[in-house]
């Protein structure tokens, strides 16, 4: 009786997982609702089996599906999980080139709590920082577009439905590269 009830958790989980991907342990819990004991013993089961992959990135371990997102979608999921960065990257992306006082005033957090995300974000090579005299500008890395919208498409569709009307305008206003040659 307990082995499929074991089976029948790790089941959800890995379900979770597909429909969620990115999502670190304590969010995984709190979403399920299953002790973090069962949730540890269970992911790592789930892991050793092939079924799904982790990577860690400082305190948290986001776990995705096997075999179906390339390494820069992990780091984009990893972004899009935390509502903080997600804000911030959603703004860089509307605003085109925001400075980090634009950022700061529209997040309405600190500016040390800004530069941290950012640099994140530069890290990562999802965002690249502009300096113009003695300012910084972010604004989305060239290879970014296609891959961050498909997947807020497919694994934040509500996000999706909020933004779509402004992505879609946005990036019908980027230039072309038959328009730069």
Known sequence: ?????SEDTA???LSFIQDN??????RIKRAMGISMGTVQYQLDRLEKSGK???????????YF?????QDNEKEI???????TARKILMFIIEQKSPSQIDIV???????ASVSWHVKRLIYLKIVDEIKEGKYKKYQLHEREPKYIIRLIRNYYPGIWDKWSVRI???FLSLPSKSDIE
């Open 11 to 13: 089941t959800k989980l």
């Open 105 to 111: 005033n529209e997040m309405k957090i600190s500016t």
């Open 168 to 170: 879609v305008e946005l």
């Open 77 to 83: 999921l990893e972004i899009l999980t935390h509502e």
């Open 21 to 26: 991907p990115g999502y670190h342990l304590r």
């Open 1 to 5: 009786m307990e082995l499929d009830e």
């Open 65 to 69: 599906p096997v075999g179906v997102f």
């Open 52 to 62: 799904i992959t982790s990577t860690r990135r400082g305190l948290y371990k986001y």
